[in-house]
């Protein structure tokens, strides 16, 4: 951990679509509680709200706001907000921290914040500054789950297909509309020096625990660890998939005899048709993909007391 240095200027990147609506929703008492937490410190720092309506656009308000004095960007919004403020905010003298109205949150249920808005204001104001891995991809960097295979299909389904559904709910349904499509795939993967030829339905890079709105796909990721938790799902049948999926919401699929976690700090994937790559929640690119981990790369703030992420 980081000595806490109080910041001097807050700026607030917020995503007004995120959570189907609830950005917006929730800026009123946003606003409340963040006027009501920093008139109770000692010395109050500036602050102000960005709002990003585009795709990208989190990237450019970031940058705007670093290059305005900010020292502490805070990503208001869901996964995919917070993966465009730390595009912008990346190799720049600056923390990161997150305020979770968004679908899935699941980087905030890693970071030990669940969705509870006061106490993440609290954490960005007054938490412990970690520092904290970082993946890259297809010219983007990742803080949460990044992948290929089925799970991107499903990803892809959900924000295309599924927009009247929050959460869990909505990630289910992408699967039962995506599930015709599951077939394994032959692909070459490489782990650190290790090349091996494989069947799989999904390869999950995982930096963090959970994705999909709380699929614990790496039930033992540590974010601070400098190594990904590579989830394999191997040759199963859809009976055999289905069979098994409950399992990802305990983080008890790790169990399953086609299911393989492996740590590494490089990933290459290479299967024998391009596959729609999954980066914190959005789908850019095919494969072939490789997947470069940054060991604590970033300063991140956390809670004050060290406690269990919340499922």
Known sequence: MSTLTPPRKIAIILNPKSGRGA??????ELESLLKQAISALPDPPEWEI??????GGGIECTERA???????????????????????????????GLLPVGTGNDSARTLGMGTDLALSI??????????TDVGHTQGRYFINVAGCGF????????????????GTAAYIAGILLSVGSMRPVPMRLTLDDTTQDIRAILCSVANTRSYGGGMWIAPDAQV????????????????EFFQAFPRVYKGTHITHPKVKIIRARYVRVEPSKPLPV????????????????HPQAIEFMVPALPCQEII
């Open 151 to 166: 799970d991107a299909v499903v990803a892809d389904k959900v924000n295309r297909g599924v927009k009247f559904l929050h």
């Open 224 to 239: 601070d660890d400098g190594l990904f938790d590579v989830c394999i799902v191997g040759d199963t049948s859809v009976i």
């Open 23 to 28: 950005g917006a929703k929730r800026r009123p």
């Open 66 to 96: 670093i290059e305005g004095g900010a020292d502490l960007v805070v990503a208001a919004g869901g996964d995919g907000t917070l993966h465009e403020v730390l595009n912008g905010a990346f190799g720049k003298p600056v923390r990161m």
């Open 122 to 131: 609290q954490t960005i104001l007054t938490g412990r500054v970690q520092r």
């Open 278 to 293: 999954l980066v914190d929640g959005e789908v850019i690119r095919t494969t072939p993909a490789e997947f470069v981990m």
């Open 50 to 55: 960005l709002l990003t309506t585009k795709p």
